[in-house]
């Protein structure tokens, strides 16, 4: 158990539609990461929050939003959903210190079927 | 830009023989870190290993080493005397040592070990 908890673990909606995605970090855990998988783009990186504020920025499409709360938790919307949104997307926490790059811990994923 | 590449889609072995798993990165930075993760047939992600770039000495985990060679810019993972448990898809990682810095993915090495 890697204390990074992701919920819904499994969504399925139809195309058009929105849904959020959350994730709560391991405690005291200050940078929150999200990424997608699918099998023919491996993983991407999405997008990073650290503490509250993104802090770099991916491949992530206009339609999808996110943000991380003063709890430190953190959203992913995803809108307008098309067929090819179906993945599997994780969240992952590290502890950065000032200096540099920790290892991330990755939640189990919420795996979002479009239909 | 940075990069990471890793040339092995798939990988068989047959139990007890060991496997390398290559991986070579593109970065401009002097310094970075370079990570391992495995995720298993179950679908999380496990970290295996961080190295920073200053560190070149090989490390070694039980069955696991690292040979990490930074004039030829690979960081190759070798398991010695293969499990079945050690099927899973592999990832090799770069990142910059900033909390800015954002880690990036290789596609990935799906190894089978058969019984």
């Known amino acids: 158990d890697s204390g990074v908890t992701q919920t819904p673990k499994h969504l399925i909606t139809a195309t058009g539609q929105r849904v959020t995605l959350r994730c709560s970090p391991r405690?005291?855990?200050?940078?929150v990461y999200w990424y997608q998988q699918s099998l023919d783009q491996g993983l991407q990186f999405l997008i990073q929050y650290y503490n509250g504020e993104e802090r770099a920025k991916g491949n992530i499409l206009e339609r999808f939003s996110a943000q991380q709360f003063p709890d430190l938790h953190s959203e992913l919307n995803l809108s307008s959903l098309e067929l090819g949104d179906s993945a599997l997307y994780f969240c992952a926490s590290s502890a950065r210190a000032h200096s540099g790059t920790g290892e991330l811990f990755f939640g189990e994923g919420s795996r979002l079927t479009v239909l | 830009a940075q990069k990471v590449t890793q040339a092995q889609t798939e990988i068989s072995v047959v139990e007890k023989e060991d496997v390398t798993l290559d991986c070579v990165y593109e970065?401009?930075?002097?310094?970075?870190?370079l990570f391992w993760y495995k995720q298993p047939p179950s679908g999380e992600l496990v970290f295996l290993i961080r190295?920073?770039?200053?560190?070149?000495q090989n490390e070694i985990s039980g069955r696991y080493s690292w040979n990490f060679q930074k004039s030829t810019s690979s960081f190759n993972f070798t398991i010695t005397a293969s499990q079945v448990v050690d099927s899973a898809v592999y990832f090799c990682a770069l990142s910059g040592t900033t909390s800015y810095d954002k880690v990036i993915f290789g596609p990935g090495t799906s190894l089978s070990v058969i019984p």
């Open positions: 190295r920073n770039s200053f560190d070149e």
């Open positions: 970065t401009r930075d002097t310094t970075y870190y």
């Open positions: 405690s005291g855990d200050l940078s």
